[in-house]
């Protein structure tokens, strides 16, 4: 499968029996936003897609949108989706409020309403997170990010995100 991310658009080309179609998922097809930010393929191969304006789950058929609610504290938290991670059986989304966690099989989100997450990552069991102030480890239960510096803020300050 071949995928391009685009500002407008998200497509697919797939080849079956030397016979190739592609598709272009939008806003008309039902993408939540013009504005895509990233891309992830879990796997079930179902594309999640971050926007400006939530995440998106295309499963070949159709796109599901998932996006903040208020009145939900089992919603995403935040709109502008930067990142998306998968640790086993959960996708891990970075927004500009915070992270948040979505079990794969029953589409619930934990919120974790942390401040400063420039990025995510998973290394061996854990979750990192990149802050102003070093790398530091995700407290998945308590939904914190521990005190201790993973790597010194001496260090981390010269590695760069995007």
């Known amino acids: 499968m ?17 016979k190739f179609t592609f598709q272009t998922i939008g806003v ?3 993408l939540s936003s013009s504005n895509t930010l990233c891309l992830h393929v879990d796997h079930l191969n179902r594309i999640w897609v971050g926007t400006m304006d939530g ?3 295309y499963d070949g058929q159709r796109v599901k949108v998932f996006q903040q609610s208020e009145l939900n504290p089992n919603s995403l938290l935040g709109h502008h989706v930067k990142d998306i991670l998968q640790k086993e059986n959960t996708l891990w989304v970075l927004t500009t409020t915070g992270i948040s966690s979505l079990d794969l099989y029953n589409l619930k989100f934990t919120q974790y309403p942390l401040e400063g997450v420039r990025a995510i990552t998973a290394f061996e069991d854990k979750i990192l997170v990149s802050t102003g102030n070093g790398i530091k480890e995700l407290d998945e239960e308590a939904r914190i990010i521990k005190k201790q510096h993973l790597i010194p803020k001496r260090i981390s300050k010269h590695i760069r995100f995007l």
């Open 2 to 18: 071949y995928f391009l991310g685009g500002v407008s658009q998200i497509s697919s080309l797939h080849a079956q029996e030397d």
């Open 55 to 57: 995440l998106n789950l």
């Open 28 to 30: 008309e097809q039902g």
